[in-house]
């Protein structure tokens, strides 16, 4: 299995801290949050590449970070330089299968985000379920709900619908950036592009996906800190005391 991480934003909302230095790679404790998502995913030992997905802004941090880590971590520029024109979620996970000609199962992950919990209990219930899949947690803010993915599920945690920043959403199921991919359902991603699915926010792809395949969505054990913004940062650093 490899494990794409994508790492191509910019993280305006954090500047001046993440002006000339990308949020991945920002302490949180003793590591950063790279170092704990992947400290903690090399526990389940179902993977055996790191892609890290950066912009041509940060991809030297990457590459000496990597250098620090005793993982096979490939690291890829998407060679985009703004905002302006960075390529979105899904195209940049479409940019990094055609670069290195991934044909496997894949995990994908938002690099900058720290989770209270193991990402274990996921990977094996995907593996079990032998199917592409999420992560999902209530959300009872209606306000939060308007700008995530939202997913309406059956008894059997399939996935329904799912779609993304919807002012009228259906469910309180948030969908926080974390995939599950098996290797056939990744060879479609540019038949999703194509068909004229959003390439953004990384969930576009799951929820043109899960109107044709079977999708399901794990309920998570724990607790997700976004860090969007300075105040939400300083907040992590204190509140987070690992992974359980």
């Known amino acids: ?56 802004k940060f991809v030297e941090h990457f590459s000496d970070w990597s250098k620090t880590r005793n993982e096979k971590i490939t690291v890829i520029d998407d060679l985009t330089t703004s905002n302006e024109n960075r390529l979105g979620a899904v195209c940049d996970i479409k940019f990094a299968i055609d670069k290195l000609s991934i044909n496997d199962d894949m995990l994908v992950i938002a690099g900058d985000n720290v989770l209270d919990f193991s990402l274990r209990g996921f990977i094996n219930y995907s593996i079990m379920k032998n199917a592409s899949c999420i992560m999902r947690y209530y959300e009872p803010d209606y306000n939060k709900l308007v700008k995530c993915g939202v997913v309406e599920i059956d008894s059997d945690d399939r996935i329904l619908s799912m779609t993304e920043k919807s002012p009228e959403p259906k469910t309180n199921w948030c969908c926080p950036p974390f995939y599950y991919y098996t290797k056939n359902d ?59």
């Open 186 to 244: 990744a060879l479609l991603i540019t038949q999703a592009i194509n068909s004229g699915c959003g390439t953004d926010a990384p969930g576009s792809f799951i929820a043109w996906l899960s109107s044709k395949r079977d999708v399901y969505a794990y309920e998570m054990p724990g607790k997700r800190y976004d860090i969007g913004n300075l105040e939400s940062y300083e907040r992590v650093k204190k509140e987070f005391n690992g992974i359980c």
């Open 1 to 56: 299995m490899k494990c794409l991480i994508l790492a191509a934003g910019y993280a305006t909302r954090l500047y001046p801290l993440t002006e000339n230095f990308p949020k991945p790679l920002l302490k949180v404790g003793e590591k950063t949050i790279l170092d704990w998502l992947i400290d903690d995913i090399n526990s389940v030992g179902a993977v055996d590449e790191y892609v890290v997905i950066s912009n041509h």
